[in-house]
């Protein structure tokens, strides 16, 4: 993929050129000037993979950076000036963006809409890459002594749960049976407030076993087999083909496998062939890990999908379940890749 570097004493007098991969039916780059506001020095320090506003046509249109330029072959009365650059970091690793100009050679298709493709739709319409937090309930500063709540057993346990352990998320809810009723009242009394808290990704590895919530099945002879197969080999590249019947035990291998990756402090991808599959996947996972677990599929509203794809990218999701499409995904700290019925069509 091209590099952006800082011009020559000769390039230094020619304004540089951004060459930019446009949503287009046209198998080109096109060049622009950088936003007029924009020094040389700062554009010669933005990155592939940032995203640009720009004119095109009547139009206005988000690009993604393919580099910076010293020369371009267009005429210097015909460049447009781009709009706004729009993220202040790339959104995309070098690694995927390599593979997307790949793809876009190989099947001679236009390279702006194989990146469009690639982006979930908010980011294409120009929305900020910026992750949700996680919405926790606290206790209130002059809320009152869990004895107070002589009738309402259910607030009582609450305020208690809220005094030892300082907060609730969404998880712990469902983990812990709370009543949302009687946490709700509590909220309109004033005596609990909720607040928001940044999704952090995992600060060092952490043995899988501290972060299971059940305990691994005992693996027979060939599930062992496999896993260790699996697990010895993580910080090399290799490829293996787990063959066995419906209820052999594959998804157990899986789990063990996953728990090996999720030890160092990495993350799995597991790509299932109908997106119905899903929901029930990320369901079984849910059950043995204790992290942050993303689902990618079309079947998400927008913004679901997109706060998916940003866990996934900042390291906040540990395991991230989806369709085909997930593949395309970046990851903060790729371990592993599982593609579940590899043989199905689908795929």
């Known amino acids: 993929m091209p590099k952006s570097s800082p011009p020559s004493s000769e ?56 580099s910076v330029e010293s020369e371009t072959t267009i005429a210097p009365s015909k460049l447009r000036h781009a709009e706004e650059v729009l993220d202040d970091s790339p959104l995309l690793p070098k690694s995927l963006m390599d593979i997307y100009l790949w793809a876009a050679q190989y099947y001679q298709h236009p390279p702006g ?34 004895e107070t709540f002589t009738r309402a057993v259910r607030q009582r346990e609450i305020v208690e749960f809220l005094a030892e352990h300082g907060e609730l998320d969404k998880e712990s ?15 309109k009394a004033g005596v609990v407030q909720t607040a928001e808290r940044k999704r952090l990704a995992r600060s060092s590895s952490r043995t899988a076993v501290a972060d299971n919530r059940e305990a691994h099945l005992e693996l027979n002879d060939e599930q062992q087999t496999a896993v260790h197969a699996i697990s010895r080999n993580l910080d090399t590249y290799g490829a293996y083909l787990l063959d066995g019947v419906t209820g052999s035990g594959k998804t157990e291998v899986y789990l063990q496998a996953i728990a090996a990756v999720l030890a160092q402090g990495k993350q799995a991808l597991v790509l299932v062939p109908e ?13 043995r890990f204790r992290c942050g677990i993303a689902g990618l599929h079309s079947g998400l ?47």
């Open 11 to 66: 390039q230094a007098q020619s304004p540089p050129i951004l060459r930019l991969a446009i949503p287009s039916p046209l198998r080109r780059f096109f060049d622009y000037r950088a936003p007029s506001e924009l020094s040389t020095e700062q554009i010669y320090k933005l990155q592939p993979g940032m995203r640009i506003r720009v004119p095109f046509g009547p139009r206005q249109l988000i690009g993604v950076l393919i």
């Open 113 to 146: 809409e194989v990146f469009q493709t690639m982006l979930p739709a908010l980011l294409r319409q120009g929305q900020p890459a910026v992750a949700a937090g996680i919405k926790v309930w606290q206790l209130s500063a002059d809320a009152p002594a869990a």
């Open 173 to 187: 809810i469902i983990e812990s049976g709370i009543s949302t009723s009687a946490l709700s009242a509590l909220q």
């Open 275 to 287: 997106i119905s599959l899903t929901p029930q996947t990320i369901s079984r996972f849910r059950q």
């Open 301 to 347: 509203t927008d913004n679901e999908r997109l706060q998916a794809w940003l866990q996934a990218r900042d390291g906040t999701a540990e395991i991230i379940i989806g369709t085909r499409s997930a593949v395309f995904t970046p990851l903060a700290r790729p371990g592993l890749i599982i593609i579940d019925e590899e043989h199905d069509s689908s795929f």
